[in-house]
């Protein structure tokens, strides 16, 4: 690999894309594209990307992630999800590049007592699930210098995302009603970002050893875990200078209570042993992670604020 290798970062505008450009912007010559440049879903356009680029490495931060909508546009997810992943990991192992993909605690049924481990069977309830699945499984078919980080519930200071949604909802309402019986782990963008550099950073440098020893899955997510509930109640009670101290009442409801056209597993918390001891690095606690996002958009309120 180059001195400054060249990285290719598609689906640049989404959560973790925007992410990753900041965590890699002195790593090396970075490309940056997303639907305004191409439509992945078209495997030529994707292939002579790649080709034009001739990276060193792919980091594939675009996805479908409209876990409902999936459920009425399976073919869609599929594309995305699925076979673009394919295209890559085929681009990836023609050239020797490194690729790293995203997967999801979606891909299991979430009927496991206890943090769930790599060598757990998936057994996805939604067509998102079963989407990333068959991405996972093409890439691991390929072969190659492969890194797949499976996380969960993503959020951060841009995009669609709970906490930006929360704390919409808290301007406009006095209540709010949320799921207290789905438990996962939140995880933040710029954890997942920063925890991709270090890693990557580790393997350019020839730290992870040869490519049978580092290449696969890992599960990837901020420590300790909540509910949908509790990580409501955990934003508000940082979020009260952020909402002018307007802070609604969160009442507790099962998941019968909120149906969805997507069934989601009640515990999808993700054992990160395997990545901790594999590679020496660790994201932090959801909830001091939180602290940081909150922080950040405190700031960012203010500036406007002030300016
Ligand atoms: N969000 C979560 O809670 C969550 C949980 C577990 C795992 N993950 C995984 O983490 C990764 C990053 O997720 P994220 O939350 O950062 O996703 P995101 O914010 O939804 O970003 C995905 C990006 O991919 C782009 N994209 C989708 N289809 C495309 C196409 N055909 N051509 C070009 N670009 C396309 C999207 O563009 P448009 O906006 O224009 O569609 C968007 O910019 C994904 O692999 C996701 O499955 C996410």
Redesign the pocket.
């Known amino acids: 690999m180059s001195v400054r290798p060249q990285i290719l970062i598609?689906?640049?505008?989404?959560?973790?894309?925007?992410e990753l450009q900041r965590s890699f912007r002195d790593s090396g010559e970075i490309t940056a594209?997303?639907?305004a440049?191409?439509?992945?879903?078209?495997a030529d356009e994707t292939r002579s990307l790649i080709r034009r680029v001739n990276p060193d490495i792919i980091l594939?931060?675009?996805?479908?992630?409209?876990?409902d909508r999936a459920e009425s546009e399976p073919e869609l997810a599929m594309?995305?999800?699925a076979h673009?992943p394919r295209v890559l990991a085929e681009e990836a192992r023609r050239s020797g590049a490194l690729l790293v993909?995203?997967?999801?605690?979606?891909v299991f049924d979430g009927e496991k007592h206890g943090p769930w481990t790599e060598e757990d069977v998936p057994n996805p309830q939604n067509s998102?699930g079963i989407s990333?699945l068959a991405?996972e499984e093409a890439i691991r078919q390929v072969g190659g210098k492969y890194l797949i980080?499976?996380?969960?519930?993503?959020?951060?200071p841009h995009?669609?995302?709970?906490l930006l949604t929360m704390l919409r909802l808290a301007k406009q309402r006095d209540r709010l009603s949320i799921v207290d019986d789905q438990f996962g782990a939140p995880?933040t963008?710029i954890e997942?970002a920063d925890a991709t550099y270090y890693t990557v950073t580790k393997i350019v440098a020839g730290k992870a050893g040869p490519v049978d020893a580092w290449a696969g899955l890992y599960h990837t997510t901020c420590s300790g875990s909540t509910s949908w509930c509790g990580f409501a109640k955990a934003i508000f009670a940082r979020a009260g200078k952020l909402l002018g101290g307007k802070l609604p009442v969160v009442d507790p409801i099962r998941s019968e209570d909120y149906p969805t056209p997507a069934k989601r597993p009640h515990n999808s918390v993700l054992s990160n042993a395997k990545f901790n001891e594999r590679f020496g690095v660790q994201l932090s606690p959801w909830d001091t992670a939180l602290d940081a996002v909150i922080a950040q958009l405190s700031k960012t309120d203010q500036s406007r604020a002030e300016s």
């Open positions: 598609v689906g640049s505008a989404g959560q973790v894309g925007l594209v997303d639907r440049e191409i439509d992945l879903a078209v594939n931060a675009a996805a479908y992630t409209a876990v594309a995305i999800n673009t993909h995203y997967s999801t605690d979606y998102y990333k991405g980080f499976r996380t969960s519930w993503v959020y951060g995009g669609a995302n709970f995880t963008s997942l």
